[in-house]
C-alpha cells in the first residue's frame, strides 16, 4: 500500500500506461542511486537523474487527467541520492611569494645607470659636432 500511496493513486486506479511510465521512473531513479555511490563524472549526474524520475512520475496519463479535471493529487515528496554528490575538495593552490623575477631594486638601479650613461654620452656627442 505504501507504493500504492507514494505514487498517488491505488492498484486499481492505475492503468497500464501508468504501471509503465512508474516502472520506467524506478529504473531511473535506482540508475541516479548507483551513479551517486560510483561517484565521478556518472556522480554528477545524479541528482538530476533523481529529479527526472521524479518528473516522470508527474507524467502519468491518470494525474495529467486528475489536474486537467482540477482534482490535482499532493505531490510526492522529491527523493534524493542516498550518498553525497560532491567529490573530496582538494585544497586551493595559494599565491607564490617571491621568485617572480629579478629584484626591483636590482632593475632599478640598473636603469639608473643607463640613464646617467646615456645623458653624459649625449652630452660628449654635443662637444664633437657645436652648432654654429
Do not use: Y
Not at 554528477?44 to 518528473?55: G, H, N, R, T
Not at 527523493?79 to 567529490?87: A, G, I, T, Y
Not at 636603469?111 to 650613461?117: E, M, N, Q, R, T
Amino acid at each position: 500500500m505504501e507504493d500504492a500511496d507514494r505514487r498517488g493513486a491505488s492498484d486499481e486506479e492505475m492503468t497500464t500506461a501508468d504501471q509503465k511510465i512508474d516502472r520506467l521512473a524506478d529504473k531511473l531513479q535506482e540508475f541516479a542511486n548507483r551513479s551517486a555511490a560510483e561517484g565521478g563524472p556518472k556522480g554528477k549526474l545524479a541528482q538530476p537523474l533523481a529529479e527526472d524520475a521524479d518528473f516522470l512520475r508527474k507524467l502519468k496519463p491518470s494525474l495529467i487527467k486528475a489536474r486537467a479535471k482540477g482534482g490535482a493529487p499532493s505531490p510526492s515528496p522529491p527523493r534524493s541520492p542516498s550518498s553525497p554528490q560532491l567529490q573530496p575538495r582538494t585544497a586551493p593552490r595559494g599565491k607564490k611569494r617571491g621568485g617572480g623575477g629579478p629584484n626591483p631594486w636590482l632593475v632599478a638601479g640598473a636603469c639608473l645607470a643607463a640613464g646617467i650613461f646615456l645623458a653624459k654620452w649625449i652630452d660628449w656627442r654635443g662637444h664633437a659636432h657645436p652648432r654654429v
